[in-house]
């Protein structure tokens, strides 16, 4: 299943109470970019559909379809600083955290 770090977890519920957001649902895609040869992560705010797999992780209701499902079982949303004032969203499996990084979100 999807997780998402604590540091995540903050910046997305606090983005969703800004935007107003009654019940913050996050949508996470996957799909494979055949230009890269490699697999392509995304999220963003979204209304639950009939068949998704729901997820809740440190409070954040995560959203997946069944056509994403097998690529983002064991996927950890983390929100890192890349360089001073440079933060985004990572996306990294379980047990495997990018080496010098980390949650060191604001």
């Known amino acids: 299943?999807?997780?998402?770090?604590?540091?995540?977890?903050a910046t997305?519920?606090?983005?969703?109470a800004e935007a107003g957001y009654d019940e913050p649902l996050?949508?996470?895609?996957?799909r494979f970019d055949e230009d890269t040869d490699q697999l392509q992560f995304g999220i963003g705010f979204d209304?639950?559909?009939e068949q998704d797999l729901e997820v809740i992780s440190e409070g954040v209701t995560v959203l997946v379809s069944p056509p994403s499902q097998p690529a983002?079982?064991?996927l950890v949303i983390d929100y890192v600083e890349y360089e001073p004032g440079d933060f985004r969203?990572?996306?990294y499996r379980a047990g495997s955290a990018p080496s010098g990084e980390g949650s060191t979100g604001p």
């Open 47 to 49: 209304e639950r559909r």
């Open 89 to 91: 969203f990572i996306f």
């Open 12 to 16: 997305i519920l606090r983005a969703a």
């Open 26 to 30: 996050l949508r996470l895609a996957a």
């Open 72 to 74: 983002v079982d064991d």
């Open 1 to 9: 299943m999807p997780s998402v770090t604590p540091v995540a977890a």
